[in-house]
């Protein structure tokens, strides 16, 4: 089959700059797909993306789908003729519904009888005819929240569409997409190059729009050339570093089809600002870079990146430093208003901040999260006193002029203004901590005193939204209640800290009074206890492995994840699927025999065969071996010891029988088992791990 290369293009006006590497991964997804389905082979597939394009090239394409067989079964052969062996309706009906003759069919001979059947091979359609289609309904598909019409056109897209390109090695393909007749024409840089370009071939693509129109095509090489300028300028310029978000990197290359670094300058006074409160104001307004000496310290520098060549950069960044002093004047401004007001003096202003409505204020909640990280820093040691003050004072920077103007400050500048304030350092970094850790992977707080406010400050709100019925359903989750939940995890388990969920969703609890939903700390519990499967999962410990722990509801999180890990251990020792084997077998047995009532006390006099003498000194000498590692919590070596058992446990079942007739051989065989399932239960249920087939 021969092959040629496909490209198709499509230009646009500028493109919203945060959606234009998922629209571009879709389309290129969308073709792919739609490819693999028609069955046409392709070779390497490559995506163009900036801020006026999108486009897709397909290399080594084929030129049509392939020939398939087709077989269309009809009638019965007894059925199909007539006693005299002609065709019946049935059968010329089914030809004519083909637009063939009788005579053309086959008989299929099949297991419930013969059948009459169509056999032909249906020819491939030519792959210039697909393609249009294709492009259609990869471009419908598209993550467009909303989509624009323009003019007199009834088409939409998430932005005007203006040209179009759809080239089969050097074929036109001109029929229409997006209400445009496609042809072999692009456009160069809006002001370096505000002509059409011919692209000959679809190999020719970036090199053309490189060369003759100021673009360069390619995401990730533009983004990859923007860090590499930056980088250089920071060096060469100023003998500093320049930090780079990958968010905001990525930003930066979809705002730029031809990118050029420039370096420009602020007032030292600034520099009196919190570095957060200039980064964040370059950062989200104005797109800029910050720079850092190589201790660490910000230097009074920004790094724009330009979408030009420009004949004289200094203007270019004069009109920058123009645009970004008013920026930090007014973060100064702020800065220097809100110190005049103390954070204390500012709870107040909490009264009138809805947080929901049948729960109250901000500062309903404060006080709540105020009385609960009380007790919980008691009881991990650390001081009540503080954590009930940076608790009432958590929330206080939301009603202060840099927080209301840059939001993503708050608890950052918390930090600052307590400090200013002259409060103790474990409150000031608290205001800071409690909203630790932010996402996936982010630091935990560091002080006993914001780990106390960061836990109650989740606690509150899961034990208050879950006590009025407002959990989690499906997608919808306003409050951020698995983030939550996941945030108070990671911080006892990182921090390792000695608390019990139950008791601290009860101390949640005892502060509402508003509550309509019985037993909401023991609900909350549980569903704490249910992100920790995806939680295992992502470190690649498996849903068995914590289904085995969760079955006996450990409810103090570091003990859970002591529990998930040591069985994780175990599970990869030799003898972990005969054990498993035989502790679901030992359950079945007592679950058919009452299982509650059964005793754990073993009657020596009652013990008859090798076997089982032998299991019963094995299960007495590891119940004294592990007992006092159970109390410390070494879950793993216990675990590892058990490993022990499985010969005479295997050795029990191929000589024993349980089941004897004897009332009280019986009934000791029994206590010997639930003793033997009791030592494996101190950890988990290991009866949920997977047992040899």
Not at 591 to 599: D, T
Request: aromatic content about 6%; glycine content about 6%; overall charge negative.
């Amino acid at each position: 089959m021969a092959t040629q290369d496909f490209l198709v293009e499509l230009g646009t006006e500028e493109l919203p700059p945060k959606a234009l590497k998922p629209l571009s991964d879709a389309f290129t997804q969308g073709i792919s797909k739609g490819l693999q389905e028609a069955g046409i082979a392709f070779g390497k597939v490559e995506s163009f993306a900036t801020p006026r394009r999108l486009a897709v090239r397909i290399r080594s394409l084929g030129d049509a789908q392939p020939d398939k067989p087709v077989e269309k079964r009809g009638p019965a052969v007894k059925a199909a003729f007539d006693d005299a062996g002609n065709p019946t309706r049935a059968l010329t009906g089914f030809a004519t519904s083909l637009g063939i003759t009788p005579d053309q069919l086959d008989t299929l001979e099949t297991d419930r009888g013969a059948w009459v059947v169509y056999r032909t091979i249906e020819k491939g359609r030519p792959t210039v005819e697909l393609l249009p289609e294709l492009v259609d309904q990869s471009l419908a598909a598209l993550p467009i929240p909303k989509r624009m019409r323009w003019g007199a056109h009834r088409t939409e897209f998430v932005r005007p569409v203006h040209w179009a390109i759809m080239l089969f090695g050097n074929k036109v393909i001109d029929t229409p997409i997006m209400g445009l007749t496609p042809g072999n024409k692009t456009r160069g840089h809006r002001f370096h190059c505000p002509k059409f370009l011919i692209v000959p071939t679809p190999g020719d693509y970036e090199v053309v729009l490189h060369q003759e129109g100021y673009v360069i095509a390619d995401f990730a090489e533009r983004r990859e050339k923007i860090r590499r300028g930056v980088t250089a300028i920071a060096k060469t310029q100023a003998d500093g570093l320049a930090v780079i978000d990958d968010d905001l990197l990525d930003e930066v290359t979809a705002l730029n089809e031809w990118p050029v670094p420039l370096m420009g300058r602020f007032e030292e006074r600034f520099l009196e600002v919190p570095a957060e409160a200039l980064i964040s104001s370059m950062k989200e307004h104005q797109k800029y870079f910050h720079v850092v000496s190589a201790d660490g310290r910000m230097l009074p520098l920004f790094i724009t990146v330009a979408n030009l060549e420009s004949k004289d950069p200094k203007q270019v960044i004069s009109g920058n430093e123009k645009v970004i002093r008013p920026r930090l004047a007014d973060a100064a401004f702020f800065y220097e208003t809100d110190r005049k007001t103390s954070l204390e003096d500012r709870i107040d202003q909490l009264k009138p901040i809805v947080f929901q409505d049948k729960l109250g204020s901000i500062y309903d909640k404060s006080v709540r999260v105020a009385a609960l990280a009380e007790k919980i820093a008691a009881a991990i040691n650390g001081d009540p006193a503080l954590a009930k003050r940076a608790a009432m004072l958590a929330k206080t920077d939301l009603v202060t002029e840099m927080v209301l103007e840059f939001t993503d400050l708050q608890g950052i500048m918390g930090q600052y203004y307590a400090a200013n304030d002259g409060e103790h350092q474990d409150v000031a970094s608290a205001l800071n901590e409690q909203y630790m850790p932010r996402f996936a992977g982010d630091d935990l707080p560091t002080s006993l005193t914001g780990c106390a406010v960061a836990i109650a400050d989740r606690l509150d709100s899961l034990v208050g939204l879950f006590g009025i019925n407002q959990p989690p359903s499906g997608t919808r989750d306003p409050f951020a209640l698995r983030r939550a939940s996941l945030g108070v995890l990671r911080i006892v388990i990182g921090r390792e800290l000695p608390l019990d969920l139950q008791t601290c969703c009860e101390w949640a609890e005892q502060n509402f009074s508003v509550l309509t939903e019985q037993n909401t700390a023991s609900t909350v519990v549980d569903y704490m206890l249910e992100r920790f499967r995806a939680h295992y999962e992502e470190q690649g410990i498996s849903a068995e492995v914590y289904l085995a722990v969760h079955a006996r509801r450990p409810t103090r999180p570091l003990d859970f994840d002591r529990r998930v890990n040591a069985v994780e251990a175990f599970r990869q020792l030799p003898e972990a699927q005969s054990l498993a084997a035989a502790n679901k077998r030992v359950s079945n047995i007592l679950m058919k025999q009452g299982g509650e009532g059964i005793g754990e006390l073993i009657e020596d006099s009652l013990l008859q065969d090798p076997a089982e003498k032998a299991l019963a000194q094995q299960i007495r000498k590891q119940t004294a071996a592990v007992l006092p590692l159970f109390e410390k919590g070494d879950y793993a070596a216990a675990l590892s010891s058990l490993a022990s058992l499985r010969e005479p446990v295997d050795n029990f079942f191929d000589e024993v029988m349980v089941m004897a007739e004897d009332d009280a051989t019986r009934n000791n065989r029994l206590a010997m088992l639930n003793s033997l399932r009791n030592l494996f239960l101190r950890v988990a249920d290991i009866s949920v791990l997977p047992t040899p087939a």
